[in-house]
């Protein structure tokens, strides 16, 4: 069973710091990752989509990362301000599945500090 | 409207209650899903449906009863639910095709308290 986990699982920084969140997964056998970011209360917004073919993606100010051999992928987040404050969440579906399912790790609850 | 509606946004209800969840998206996708966030638990994939057909249900007690009457719309059916319940259920959706090649959009989720 696929298990995804999120380090660290909360973080604080102040304005203007370049940050890197973290997330793991057991089973490297993935179609792709997604990286979300929700806001208290909210759904979630997908942020973006790495190909298991690829090694990173770039939008904005975020670059993700991914190592499918090592179980592993990273966001950066470049000069951070406090309109990142969110949690960020990873998820893989599995390749055997149909439909995209995905497995989803805890999250880390990000806060920039003006 | 666009993008993936949920309604209501909030609902508390008892435990004796039946009561109904409603997604709609408005992106042209075939496949829908829901999802249950609880308070410190990662979020849980509950059902798929592909093309109005159901996929996976992962396990989810009979309370839970989902419906898809067509591509557009999904329907979470809620009967004699428990305390623990409580969550923030969330609806998405995607296009259909090789699997790994399309985003999930995600609606904004239904506040659940059950009392």
């Known amino acids: 069973k696929q298990e995804v986990t999120q380090i660290p699982a909360a973080l604080s920084v102040p304005e203007g710091e370049n940050l890197v969140l973290n997330c793991s997964f057991t089973d490297s056998a993935i179609y792709n990752l997604q990286w979300f970011r929700q806001d208290p209360g909210k759904g979630l917004t997908s942020l973006l989509l790495?190909?298991?073919?690829?090694r990173e993606q770039t939008s904005g100010r975020l670059n993700a990362s991914l190592d499918k051999s090592s179980g592993r992928s990273t966001l950066y987040i470049a000069a951070s301000q406090p309109g990142d404050s969110a949690t960020y969440l990873c998820?893989?579906?599995?390749?055997?599945?149909?439909?995209?399912?995905?497995?989803f790790g805890g999250g880390t609850r990000l806060m920039v500090k003006p | 409207e666009t993008g993936v509606t949920q309604t209501p946004r909030h609902l508390v209800m008892g435990m004796t209650n039946k009561k109904s969840l409603k997604c709609e998206q408005h992106?042209?996708?075939?496949?829908m899903y829901w999802y249950k966030q609880s308070a410190k638990k990662p979020l849980e994939l509950m059902f798929v449906y592909s093309l109005e057909e159901r996929v996976e249900n992962n396990s989810v007690p009979s309370r839970f009863s989902p419906e898809c009457p067509n591509s557009s719309h999904l329907f979470l059916h809620l009967h004699t639910l428990q305390p623990e319940d409580s969550a923030l259920y969330l609806c998405?959706?995607?296009?259909?095709?090789?699997?790994?090649?399309?985003?999930?959009?995600f609606g904004p989720g239904t506040r659940l308290t059950v009392t």
């Open positions: 998820a893989v579906p599995q390749e055997r599945d149909a439909g995209n399912m995905l497995t």
């Open positions: 790495i190909q298991s073919s690829q």
């Open positions: 998405a959706s995607s296009p259909l095709g090789l699997a790994g090649l399309y985003e999930q959009y």
């Open positions: 992106l042209g996708h075939n496949a």
